[in-house]
Structure formats: C-alpha cells, structure tokens
T-cell receptor
Framework: DVKVTQSSRYLVKRTGEKVFLECVQD?????MFWYRQDPGLGLRLIYF???????EKGDIPEGYSVSREKKERFSLILESASTNQTSMYLC?????????????FGPGTRLTVL | GESVGLHLPTLSVQEGDNSIINCAYS??????FIWYKQESGKGPQFIID?????DKRQGQRVTVLLNKTVKHLSLQIAATQPGDSAVYFC???????????FGPGTSLSVIP
C-alpha cells in the first residue's frame, strides 16, 4: 500500500512565524503535490513537483514556497504565516508509470494561525 | 435519498438504501474522472475512476456514471452502510496538460 505521511496532524502558529509542513511518501513516486482544503472550495493546488529539485506553481502559490531535495520528501513553507492561511493542508503523490492519474493523499495537517 | 448536485452539500440516507451523489464538471476537455472519499480526520481516498470513452464503470458496491453531453458525473453506492459516511468529491482531469479540478464535495450521512 502507498503510504503518504505528514509531519503533524494539528499545528498552531502565530502570525508572522515561519512554518514548515513536511510530507514523505514511501512508494518512489515522482510527482508530489500540496493542496489546501477549505469548506465549500474543494482542494486548491498550491505547488507541485514532477521530480527531485523541480517545482511548479499551482493555482494559489502566493505566500508559500516548497522544497524537494529528495524524491520521497516534499516540504511546504509558509514564509510568514497569516491568519488567512488557516486551513487543512493535504499532500499527495502520484507515480509516473502505471497509466493512472490517481493521487494518493496523506492524512492532512490542520493549521491554525492566530 | 437523491442528491441534486453540488449546491446541496449534505445527503442523509437510511442504512441499506442506495445513495446517489452528483457532480457537475466544468471542462469539456476533461477526459478522466475520479471519485474520492474523505472520512473525518483523514485524507481523501480513491474510490473509483472512469475515462471519457466510457459511460459506466462498476466497482464493489459503487458505480460511476458519466454523461458527457451534460457534463455530469454521479456516484452510486449500493446498500449504504454506516462506514460510508464521509465527504465525497469528484475530480476532473485533462490528462494532456495534467490539469486537475476538484469539486467541493458532498457530505453523506448514513442513518442507522
């Protein structure tokens, strides 16, 4: 089974803090994604990475950055957290091979910015 | 109980009844569709997918129907069980340029 893990299930930070959200997958998937999930809005893509050292902006990259130094790890960084970044953050991975576009999701990190 | 679409975000059904969850997708170029199930406190899980060259696909207790004419996707769950209580959302994908759009979801509650 594919396993995608996220470093924290719940996180509380203060406005202006730098926040790191870590995601690790154990299936050697090339592609990795970061989303945020807000009620009534569905999942919105923040950043994605097709492979190590690669990163692409998604639909809502403002206020975020990412790092992919190793294939299994994709980090989301909030340089200076703001209250409007309070959300559920979901990481996902996807293999290139296999003929599927299915993404495998982690359990999510619920971030509250005070 | 029958859902009338994403503008009805909650659906309550009696245990044992069939559930129908609907999704109106937006892009006529979308050629691959996925239904995900998200239980409380967990990440989304793949349920079933369908490609645009099909109009029906069946899994275990679930069926996905695709109507490309009206850009409509539905998920049917047979003999709904309490463990089916979750938020269900669809994803539409344009595989040629790897664009995924997720729907906002429908919350399914199963009444024992």
């Amino acid at each position: 089974d594919v396993k995608v893990t996220q470093s924290s299930r719940y996180l509380v930070k203060r406005t202006g803090e730098k926040v790191f959200l870590e995601c690790v997958q154990d299936m050697d998937h090339e592609n990795m994604f970061w989303y945020r999930q807000d009620p009534g809005l569905g999942l919105r893509l923040i950043y994605f990475s097709y492979d190590v050292k690669m990163k692409e902006k998604g639909d809502i990259p403002e206020g975020y950055s990412v790092s992919r130094e190793k294939k299994e790890r994709f980090s989301l960084i909030l340089e200076s957290a703001s209250t409007n970044q309070t959300s559920m953050y979901l990481c996902a991975s996807r293999p290139v091979a296999g003929g599927t576009d299915t993404q495998y999701f982690g359990p999510g990190t619920r971030l509250t910015v005070l | 109980g029958e859902s009338v679409g994403l503008h009805l975000p909650t659906l309550s059904v009696q245990e044992g009844d069939n559930s129908i969850i609907n999704c109106a997708y937006s892009n006529s170029a979308s050629d691959y569709f996925i239904w995900y199930k998200q239980e409380s406190g967990k990440g989304p899980q793949f349920i079933i997918d369908i490609r645009s060259n099909m109009d029906k696909r069946q899994g275990q207790r679930v069926t996905v129907l695709l109507n490309k004419t009206v850009k409509h996707l539905s998920l049917q769950i047979a003999a709904t069980q309490p463990g089916d209580s979750a938020v269900y959302f669809c994803a539409e994908i344009v595989t040629s340029y790897d664009k995924v759009i997720f729907g906002p979801g429908t919350s399914l509650s199963v009444i024992p």
